[in-house]
């Protein structure tokens, strides 16, 4: 099992920052995938941007520019630098942890950005 567990979310103004993270404990597999994910009420969960322990990243093109994802494998946790938010920014943002075999997520972070 893998438990995760995020942090940074909040309240901002549109063109400010934020910084989330999520630090990954349990049974951490060498090879991993981690990243993020965002979900508003009534739409499915989208993928905003995730990066292998190879480093290798991917990311939305909503997102592009402007944020960014990053890893610190010694400590098996992910950061999303995300900068220059707008208020589409808005929704709950889940850590994603996959091994190839299984995924895990977060319990979740609101993240809002208010015009």
């Known amino acids: 099992q893998v438990q995760l567990v995020e942090s940074g979310g909040g309240l901002v103004q549109a063109g400010e920052s934020l910084r989330l993270s999520c630090a990954a404990s349990?049974?951490?597999?060498?090879?991993?995938?981690m990243g993020w994910y965002r979900q508003v009420p009534g739409k499915q969960r989208e993928l905003v941007a995730y990066i292998t322990t190879g480093g290798t990243t991917t990311y939305a093109d909503s997102v592009k520019g402007r944020f960014t994802v990053s890893r610190d494998n010694a400590k098996n946790t992910v950061f999303l630098q995300m900068n220059s938010l707008k208020p589409e920014d808005t929704a709950v943002y889940y850590c994603?942890?996959?091994?190839?075999?299984?995924?895990?997520w977060g319990q979740g972070t609101q993240v809002t950005v208010s015009s």
């Open positions: 994603h942890y996959n091994n190839v075999i299984k995924d895990y």
């Open positions: 349990g049974r951490i597999s060498s090879l991993n995938r």
